[in-house]
T-cell receptor, first 109, second 116 residues
């Protein structure tokens, strides 16, 4: 079956760094997306990985290990506005995104 | 970047009535659109995949006669919630799939439906 595993909730301090881990199992694999979703809003695209390694994009970086079925999202210099849910979504062989429950990130001053 | 609009952004209706939600891709043609539902503090739940010019593919457990989907053009898909009940109250989000790899999904802003 297809499965996504992320921590339900994480707390971090403003200005700090946080890493959100994701393990997945899918039928085929066509890359992995990370989305950010603020409460009451639709998800917005953060990053995409299809090859192993680290993709850096400003304060956000995403890492992928296909052999381990593992990815993480790294957020640096945390700001209060980063408080949101972060969704790890691998894409299966049919180019369908598989959604987990996401990780709710709480930033404290 | 690709923009997807959704209308209305929120709607309140009486039990037993029908509500139509529109999803439009504004600056690209989307052969495939997706409809999701999300209850508070829960994950996105895919309801159906909508392909232009053909019948939608519904996920298991989603009643196709209750949630009517029409994808009549390359830029418009509609979801009609028929005979709405309070338990249909939810946040409905559409997305449109990009036409080139990595086939990213672009999300609309969502529609909050409240059935009284």
């Amino acid at each position: 079956g297809q499965n996504i595993d992320q921590p339900t909730e994480m707390t971090a301090t403003e200005g700090a760094i946080v890493q959100i881990n994701c393990t997945y199992q899918t039928s085929g694999f066509n890359g992995l997306f990370w989305y950010q979703q603020h409460a009451g809003e639709a998800p917005t695209f953060l990053s995409y990985n299809v090859l192993d390694g680290l993709e850096e994009k400003g304060r956000f970086s995403s890492f992928l290990s296909r052999s381990k079925g593992y990815s993480y999202l790294l957020l640096k210099e945390l700001q209060m506005k980063d408080s949101a849910s972060y969704l790890c979504a691998p894409m299966d062989s049919n180019y369908q995104l598989i959604w987990g429950a996401g990780t709710k990130l709480i930033i404290k001053p | 970047g690709a923009v997807v609009s959704q209308h209305p952004s929120w709607v309140i209706c009486k039990s037993g009535t029908s509500v139509k939600i529109e999803c439009r891709s504004l600056d690209f043609q989307a052969t495939t659109m997706f409809w999701y539902r999300q209850f508070p503090k829960q994950s996105l739940m895919l309801m159906a995949t909508s392909n232009e010019g053909s019948k939608a593919t519904y996920e298991q457990g989603v009643e196709k006669d209750k949630f009517l989907i029409n994808h009549a053009s390359l830029t418009l898909s509609t979801l009609t919630v028929t005979s709405a009940h309070p338990e249909d109250s939810s946040f409905y989000i559409c997305s449109a799939r990009g036409t080139r790899e990595p086939y990213e999904q672009y999300f609309g802003p969502g529609t909050r439906l409240t059935v009284t």
